[in-house]
């Protein structure tokens, strides 16, 4: 969906629940087809922490600015729920007023695209593939077009009982093969060796990160 301003294409975080759609439109880029005496602003809205001893997202905004006078950044932060975010990215984008950058989570990418607020960045994107890992740089394309870029990533890990796993005869599995095997011993035993809440997608989203694997085909 386009709106008046461009729209959306999202950025996304492994560590954040909501991290960002990247969105570039001819009028707010830094690309060859920009005048070099054009002056734009990027309007950007993250639910990142800025909390006491943090990086702050406005203290980098006024570094970028300072040293790109032609391209200023005008960052907002939500606060508030990642699912409140996107709705109010859905009513921003219908009144043709949404941000040209905003932050979305991996999982939520899905989501987001499925409503139509994503912009199509895939020539763009191409640019900076080498500057990602290719799980991260994945997991912002679907339909093998690309709708952002990684704002950043981080580790996840799993915790497990070591002498319950013992008692089942069972360790810790290293590939998705090994995982599907040691579950189904589990599960004949009357345990399950990890669960899906349904409001979590860590589980599929480091599955599909490390894989370098694409959400969904359209």
Same mark, same amino acid.
């Given at each position: 969906m386009v709106a008046k301003k461009r729209l959306l294409a999202g950025l996304a975080s492994l560590t954040v629940m909501g991290i960002a759609l990247a969105g570039c439109g001819p009028s707010t880029n830094n690309s060859s087809n920009t005048p070099k005496d054009e002056k734009v602003t990027i309007t950007y809205m993250h639910r990142l922490p800025d909390k006491k &001893?943090?990086?702050?997202? =406005? ?5 970028? =600015? $300072?040293? =790109? %006078? =032609? ?15 996107? $709705? ?5 984008? #219908? !009144?043709?007023?949404? %941000?040209?950058?905003?932050? +979305? ?6 989501? +987001?695209? /499925? ?5 199509? +960045?895939?020539?763009? !994107? ?11 740089? /994945?997991?912002?394309?679907? &339909? ?5 870029? %990684?704002?950043?990533?981080? %580790?996840?890990? @799993? ?14 599995? $290293?590939? !998705? ?13 009357? #345990? ?14 480091? &599955?599909? /990160?490390?894989? /370098?694997?694409?959400? @969904?085909?359209?």
């Amino acid at each position: 969906m386009v709106a008046k301003k461009r729209l959306l294409a999202g950025l996304a975080s492994l560590t954040v629940m909501g991290i960002a759609l990247a969105g570039c439109g001819p009028s707010t880029n830094n690309s060859s087809n920009t005048p070099k005496d054009e002056k734009v602003t990027i309007t950007y809205m993250h639910r990142l922490p800025d909390k006491k &001893g943090m990086t702050l997202v =406005n203290d980098i905004v006024a570094k970028w =600015n $300072k040293d =790109n %006078p =032609n391209i200023q950044v005008k960052a907002t932060k939500f606060d508030g729920a990642a699912q409140d975010m996107i $709705k109010k990215l859905a009513t921003d984008v #219908k !009144a043709g007023a949404a %941000p040209d950058l905003a932050q +979305v989570g991996y999982a939520e990418l899905p989501e +987001v695209f /499925s409503q139509g607020l994503l912009q199509d +960045v895939t020539e763009e !994107a191409a640019k900076y593939k080498d500057h990602f890992a290719e799980g991260p740089f /994945s997991m912002m394309q679907i &339909g093998g077009k690309a709708y952002g870029l %990684p704002q950043d990533t981080g %580790p996840l890990t @799993y915790f497990y009982n070591a002498k319950e796993f013992e008692k089942l005869g069972i360790t810790v599995p $290293k590939t !998705a093969d090994e995982l599907i095997a040691t579950a189904k011993k589990t599960a004949a035993q009357g #345990k399950y060796i990890m669960t899906f809440q349904p409001d979590e997608g860590m589980m599929t989203m480091s &599955g599909a /990160s490390g894989a /370098s694997g694409a959400w @969904y085909k359209t």
